[in-house]
């Protein structure tokens, strides 16, 4: 089935960045579509980034594009999403998902 487990929340300042990490087991993050989403306290889970299985396409939410880069370690199988000029609306659970495997999730607080 594989496990997903993400890292690299925390709490960090407006205009600061972070790097989380979602390390794979048991399945290749190159066997299919790698998303990051997030979950923003009251609200629903809502896409983040993707990045397409053989890597020659990524696609950004419009209010985290310019400022967030999803990649992929293909030999350690771990998903990045390095995260930038973060605000306070940046604030949330972030998940990474391969195809029906979630991970548990980390969390990003952004103080103003």
């Known amino acids: 089935q594989g496990q997903l487990v993400e890292s690299g929340g925390g709490l960090v300042q407006a205009g600061g960045s972070l790097r989380l990490a979602c390390a794979a087991s048991?399945?290749?993050?190159?066997?299919?579509?790698n998303r990051w989403f997030r979950e923003a306290p009251g609200n629903e889970r809502t896409f983040v980034a993707l990045l397409t299985w053989n890597e020659d396409r990524t696609s950004y939410s419009d209010s985290v594009k310019g400022r967030f880069t999803i990649s992929r370690d293909n030999a350690k199988n771990i998903l990045y999403l390095d995260m930038d000029h973060l605000r306070p609306d940046d604030t949330g659970v972030y998940y990474c998902?391969?195809?029906?495997?979630w991970g548990q999730g980390t969390q990003v607080t952004v103080s103003s």
């Open positions: 998902n391969l195809d029906n495997i």
């Open positions: 048991g399945r290749t993050l190159s066997s299919g579509i």
